[in-house]
């Protein structure tokens, strides 16, 4: 396998040193990478959003489950190639792509993918979600000559985000809680669901929650003293599809039903596929989110 990898690493290379045809920004800086690559590989759950609003065609993609718009790339002729932590570095390699691209979850395993293939790390920002997406989806689309498709696809998001933030600047403080397991936590404008927050246009219902993918655990007394107008939840478990306590049935309790969320119905389940598998960071996934967020608001 050294040897495999070895060889690869000296076909990567030499690739990228002689088809430096355009500069794409990334999340570790500028990389040179080769136009229109033929052969590529996605093993990110948003940056394959991308891939198919701009009908850019991807020979494989990391295994696993997928929002039900993003279904068919589970089946032939799409290469399953691990999970996001652990690519299949031989399945890649006898792929031969001219591109790999990691984000997010896959973007711990960029060291082995790209000795296997050129890779760049599209990462989103959480505190700049909308501003990682804008990079992103211009980027690829420039390396393939869809600048005006990314182009329209963007300042329609442009719109309803401005939309949103008309709607949301007068609708009171959030809070936005993830479960798992039969716990909770939560995350503000410093985490993984910032966008609530920052670009949304939510206020914080509380200024100070530890930064980072697990945010803060908390309790049902929590959400009672610290009593949001509205509290937004992503139910890990059920974006999985492992079995577990339901999101729904977690906060449907006594303390969480004094709350001004819950007597104001404003307690909104979002949608756990595009907010947890995608976090809201491809153009699909973020659309439907605005979506449920802006018919919550105007009901």
Do not use: C
């Not at 399945?91 to 293939?117: C, E, K, Q, T």
């Not at 442009?158 to 933030?165: G, N, P």
């Not at 999985?240 to 104001?264: C, S």
């Amino acid at each position: 396998m050294r040897t495999l990898l070895t060889a690869a690493l000296f076909g990567a290379v030499a690739t990228l040193a002689t088809a430096q045809d355009i500069t794409v920004e990334t999340a570790r800086g500028p990389v040179a990478v080769q136009s229109a690559p033929e052969t590529l590989v996605s093993l990110d759950l948003a940056i394959l959003d991308i891939l198919d609003r701009l009908d850019i065609p991807v020979a494989g993609v990391a295994g696993g489950v997928k929002p039900e718009y993003l279904t068919q790339y589970g089946n032939p002729p799409y290469k399953q190639l691990g999970s996001f932590f652990e690519p299949d570095l031989e399945g890649l390699n006898a792929l031969s792509p001219d591109l790999a691209i990691v984000a997010g979850r896959s973007a711990s395993a960029f060291d082995n993918v790209s000795s296997v293939a050129p890779t760049i790390d599209l990462t989103a920002k959480s505190t700049d979600l909308f501003g990682s997406l804008r990079r992103n989806m211009t980027e690829i689309g420039s390396l393939y000559g869809k600048e005006d498709m990314a182009a329209e696809l963007l300042s329609d998001l442009d719109s309803r985000l401005a939309t949103l933030r008309e709607l949301s600047s007068d609708a009171g403080t959030a809070l936005v809680i993830i479960t798992t397991g039969g716990r909770m936590s939560t995350h503000g404008a410093e985490g993984r669901f910032a966008i609530v927050f920052n670009e949304m246009g939510f206020a914080p219902a509380i200024k100070e929650v530890k930064a980072g993918n697990h945010g803060q655990p908390i309790s049902n007394e929590f959400i009672l003293e610290t009593n949001p107008d509205w509290v937004f939840v992503v139910d890990r478990d059920a974006a999985i599809g492992r079995d577990g306590q339901p999101a729904a049935q977690m906060l449907d309790n006594a303390l969480v039903a004094k709350t001004k969320a819950a007597q104001a119905d404003q307690i909104i389940f979002l949608d756990p596929a595009d907010w947890y598998l995608v976090g809201a960071a491809g153009p699909t996934a973020l659309e439907r989110a605005m979506t449920q967020i802006m018919s919550a608001l105007q009901d």
